[in-house]
Nanobody
Framework: QINLMESGGGSGQPGGSLRLSCAPS????MGWFRQTPGKEREGVAT???????NYADSVKGRFTISKDNAKNVLVLQMSSLKPEDTAMYYC??????????????????????WGQGTQVTVSS
């Protein structure tokens, strides 16, 4: 059984930063998704084994996804936070990306393993 564990959620102020982590990270395809009450889960950022990344337009230039192989964690560095970033954030993983060498798609169905989620709240 594979259990993904997120950490680092919490409260942040508009314009501030938060860092989310997810372990373990030995998967070839990983990503972050988020969900707010009453809405479908949406892709935030994904990364494949070659470090190719993909971002939702809403977070481009503000969020960075990366893998710290030494620590075996997936990281989402969130900067310039906005109130609309408030959501439950989920780590997702699969042993391979369906798109091969293309940027991994922000599609929930392409990931098999999921964490329990960590809440991020952005408010002043």
């Amino acid at each position: 059984q594979i259990n993904l564990m997120e950490s680092g959620g919490g409260s942040g102020q508009p314009g501030g930063s938060l860092r989310l982590s997810c372990a373990p990270s030995q998967f070839n395809c990983m990503g972050w998704f988020r969900q707010t009450p009453g809405k479908e889960r949406e892709g935030v950022a994904t990364i494949n084994a070659d470090g190719i990344t993909n971002y939702a337009d809403s977070v481009k230039g503000r969020f960075t996804i990366s893998k710290d192989n030494a620590k075996n964690v997936l990281v989402l560095q969130m900067s310039s936070l906005k109130p609309e970033d408030t959501a439950m954030y989920y780590c997702a993983a699969h042993f391979f990306c369906l798109g091969g060498n293309r940027p991994p798609r922000l599609v929930e169905g392409e990931f098999v393993y999921w964490g329990q989620g960590t809440q991020v709240t952005v408010s002043s």
